[in-house]
C-alpha cells in the first residue's frame, strides 16, 4: 500500500483544514487506518484511528471535538477535518495504515504503511 497526504497548509487561529490520504496499491478497505502527527523536536502524536468499515474511531483528547476523521473505501481515500485549530496543531500529519484486520489502534509501531507527511502551521 502506498499513501500519500495532501491538503496541509498554512492556517490562523481558529481557522479550518482539510487532509486527505490517497491510498493506492493493495486495497486498505480491510484494516483501520489512522492519522498521526509530530511537532518540532516531538515524537511522533495518536491523532485519530478509524475502522476498517468508518463506522467507528477513537480521537486523542487534544482534537476531540475538533477533529472528524472519515474514509471512503470506493475511493481508497481517508479524510481528516479540522475545525476551530489551534497553534499547538502545527505539525507534520501523517497518515498511515494498519496490516490487514487490524483494529483501531493508537501506537504508531502498529502501523504497517505511512504517507510522506503534510505540514500543517496554525499562526496565533
Known amino acids: 500500500v502506498q499513501l500519500q497526504a495532501s491538503g496541509g497548509g498554512l492556517v490562523q487561529a481558529g481557522g479550518s483544514l482539510s487532509l486527505s490520504c490517497a491510498a493506492s496499491?493493495?486495497?486498505?478497505?480491510?484494516?483501520?487506518m489512522g492519522w498521526f502527527r509530530q511537532a518540532p523536536g516531538k515524537e511522533r502524536e495518536f491523532v485519530v484511528s478509524i475502522s476498517w468499515t468508518g463506522a467507528s474511531a477513537y480521537y486523542a483528547d487534544s482534537v476531540k471535538g475538533r477533529f472528524t476523521i472519515s474514509r471512503d473505501n470506493e475511493k481508497n481515500m481517508m479524510y481528516l477535518q479540522m475545525n476551530s485549530l489551534k497553534p499547538e496543531d502545527t505539525a507534520v500529519y501523517y497518515c498511515?495504515?494498519?496490516?490487514?484486520?487490524?483494529?483501531?489502534?493508537?501506537?504508531?509501531?502498529?502501523?504497517?504503511?505511512w504517507g510522506q507527511g503534510t505540514q500543517v502551521t496554525v499562526s496565533s
Open positions: 498511515a495504515c494498519r496490516r490487514p484486520f487490524g483494529g483501531i489502534s493508537l501506537r504508531p509501531n502498529e502501523y504497517e504503511f
Open positions: 496499491g493493495r486495497t486498505f478497505s480491510s484494516t483501520a
